[in-house]
Nanobody, 128 residues
Framework: QVQVEESGGGFVQAGGSLRLSCTAS????????MAWFRQVPGKEREAVSC????????AYLDSVKGRFTISKDKAANMLYLQMNNLKPEDTAMYYC?????????????????????WGQGTQVTVSS
């Protein structure tokens, strides 16, 4: 049974930084494309960043480009999202997701339906 778990969320002031982490039991990240999504109440879940299964391609939501960095540590079976210069509009529940798809990161970020395994989420709150 696959279990995906996020950590690292919290409360931070605007301009601050957080690093989200994701790990999974029963799933070896080597060979899986991964992503971070976020959702606020009343809105659709949106892709923040995706990384292809080999890690060769990444994609980002326009509003986070230059501030967020996704990375995958295959040896440690960890996925990270480094978030710098956080803004109040980044406030959301952040989810880690995995898929066996071999498509590019840009393609993967088009739809959450591509992803088969999800964590429970970690809350990020940015105050102004």
């Amino acid at each position: 049974q696959v279990q995906v778990e996020e950590s690292g969320g919290g409360f931070v002031q605007a301009g601050g930084s957080l690093r989200l982490s994701c790990t999974a039991s029963g799933l070896n990240f080597d060979g899986y494309a991964m992503a971070w999504f976020r959702q606020v109440p009343g809105k659709e879940r949106e892709a923040v960043s995706c990384i292809s299964w080999r890690g060769g391609s990444t994609a980002y939501l326009d509003s986070v480009k230059g501030r967020f960095t996704i990375s995958k540590d295959k040896a440690a079976n960890m996925l990270y999202l480094q978030m710098n210069n956080l803004k109040p509009e980044d406030t959301a529940m952040y989810y880690c997701a995995a898929t066996k798809s071999y498509n590019s990161a840009e393609y993967l970020c088009r739809s959450s339906a591509t992803f088969d395994w999800w964590g429970q989420g970690t809350q990020v709150t940015v105050s102004s």
